[in-house]
C-alpha cells in the first residue's frame, strides 16, 4: 500500500503564493510520475500538472507560467508552487501517482487552497 499525504495549503490573497507538498510512503518502489488535480466547488476533478522522473513537466494550460511542479523521488516527495493566485484557483489539490493499470492510481486525502480577499 502506498500512502500519500498532501501539506501547506491554506488561504491566500489574490496574487499571493502558496506552495503544496506530498510526500509517498509506503511500498513506494518505483516512482514513475508524481502530480496534483484539484477539484473546486461543484466542478469535476481536473488535472493541473504532473512530472515524471525523466523530469518532463506538463501543466494545464490555466496554470501555466504560474505554477511550478518539481520532485525528489529519491525522497518521494513532489511540491507544487503557486504564483499569482487567482480566485479560480481556489480547489481542493489532491496528490496524485498513477500506477499500472491506472485504476491502480494513488490519492492523497486533498487539501483546501482558498484564493480570496
Sequence with gaps: QV???ESGGGLVQPGGSLRLSCAASG???TIHAMGWYRQAPG???EWV???TSFGTKSYTDSVKDRF???KDFDKN???LQMNSLRPEDT???YCWMPRTPPASAVWGQGIQVTVSP
Excluded: D, F, G, P
Design 3 to 5: 500512502q500519500l499525504v
Design 27 to 29: 511500498n513506494v518502489y
Design 43 to 45: 466542478k469535476e476533478r
Design 49 to 51: 500538472a504532473t512530472v
Design 68 to 70: 511550478t511542479i518539481s
Design 77 to 79: 516527495t513532489v511540491t
Design 91 to 93: 480547489a481542493v489539490y
